[in-house]
């Protein structure tokens, strides 16, 4: 895409030259005939060496149309042509600009047909003829290629080509939609694609960014939907088109994120004044920036859930993450066992620790996830910038976690000799070895627990560490102190 230009619906005045030479047009497809005497032509003889397949759209009075020609006597001699001014004819039909056999030639043609005029000289020149050019009573052959065609009345035309079973919402301005394109002329000449630009084209719909006719015709896509949008100029870049002289740009456009803007280089060709334009369209997800996270429940467990989870439980879950296009990113699977998680504690996005609470055991949820809870504009390794994420989760464990700072409490009040209970061996010293042992002994009797998620052995170790305040391998009665205590003391220090 590029940044809409103001529609211009001025028609392009051509120079009398010009004019001469844009020749002819016969009623509908008929066509003409010479006198049964053999006498002179009476009206345009039409002959039509190319016909499209496909014709959507036939030249009527009152069109625009731009077209390619060549224009030679009956001699062959060549009198004035199109390309060699590498410039088309971009005109409207039947209103009296054109040669009347032009005017006719044209009427009832399709993009990309060719054809053959012969025009007499009465629905040319005449007597008269053209000074230096077209001598008096001159027969005039015209081979004429249609490249476009719209009128002022036209309105964005959008096909369906492929609309997904599934729809949960549809694009809506002020929306922040990803999508990758391809853009041709009506003629099929290719002028830019984002598949060339290895990412997709990213926007907010309705607020200015896009030109008219596309913040049209992407509104009520779904996810993953693919559309024809073909577009008038007047809704596009107007009769100055875009890349072309008095443009007032380079040939880039704007993409603007929540909180940045990049531009990106167009890589394919210019596109002329007056044209019609055509995107083949795939939307690979949209999402706004009030959205919060959606949660549906797939399956719940049969059984009675008394405890679901919440902020600070150790979770043990599998989830299966992709695009809302299907693309598979990331699955627990692949690494055999469950994804572990404190909620809360900023181990996961924002989304999926959202997505995860109030759940049961077993139980199944899918969860889609708006870029701003999850990796936002910048992406990362392996997710799109702006990306929206469908995750399937299950899971699989809870268990509650610990306060903050904490690595083991008490599930009661601690032991009142906590120092002497210890000291196994009342040496008045507790090395490494007792310490262990008399935590696992206050676990495996349910009288306190270690924090989830880490090895206990590591977490006992750790425990040690901070309990023994000189570091020499053991905790005297001196230095060991309960958190709780500690914080109290640190709360005293502040007041």
Known sequence: MFPAGPPSHSLLRLPLLQ??????????????????????L?????????????????????????????????????????????????????????????????????????????????????????????????????????????????????STLLRPPHCPRMVQDGDFVRYHYNGTLLDGTSFDTSYSKGGTYDTYVGSGWLIKGMDQGLLGMCPG???KIIIPPFLAYGEKGYGEGGQGHKGKFRRRGKNQASTYSCS?????????????????????????????????????????????????????????????LFTSHDYGAPQEATLGANKVIEGLDTGLQGMCVGERRQLIVPPHLAHGESGARGVPGSAVLLFEVELVSREDGLPTGYLFVWHKDPPANLFEDMDLNKDGEVPPEEFSTFIKAQ???????????????????????????????????????LKSDEDEERVHEEL
């Open 42 to 158: 009476e009206d345009v003889v039409i002959e039509r060496y190319h016909i499209p397949r496909a014709c959507p759209r036939e030249v009527q009075m009152g069109d625009f149309v731009r077209y390619h020609y060549n224009g030679t006597f009956e001699d062959g001699k060549k009198f004035d042509s199109s390309y060699d001014r590498n410039t088309l004819v971009a005109i409207v039909v039947g209103v009296g600009r054109l040669i009347t056999g032009m005017d006719r030639g044209l009427m009832g043609m399709c993009v990309n047909e060719r054809r053959r005029l012969i025009v007499p000289p009465h629905l040319g020149y005449g007597s008269i003829g053209l000074a230096g050019l077209i001598p008096p009573d001159a027969t005039l052959y015209f081979d004429v290629v249609l490249l476009d065609v719209w009128n002022k009345e036209d309105t964005v035309q959008v």
């Open 443 to 481: 676990v495996s009797e349910g009288k306190g627990r270690l924090m989830p998620g880490q090895d206990p052995e590591k977490t006992i170790g750790d425990m040690f560490q901070n309990q023994d305040r000189n570091q020499d391998g053991k905790i005297t009665v001196d230095e060991l102190k």
């Open 268 to 328: 394919g060709d210019k596109i002329p004044g007056s044209a019609v334009l055509i995107f083949n369209v795939h939307v690979i997800d949209f999402h706004n920036p009030a959205d919060v996270v959606e949660i549906r429940t797939l399956s719940r467990p049969s059984e009675t859930c008394n405890e679901t989870t919440k902020l600070g439980d150790f979770v043990r879950y599998h989830y299966n993450c992709s695009l809302l296009d299907g693309t598979q």
């Open 19 to 40: 004019l001469l030479l844009l020749v002819v047009q016969a009623v509908g497809r008929g066509l003409g005939r010479a006198s049964p005497a053999g006498g002179p």
């Open 225 to 227: 939907e693919r559309r």
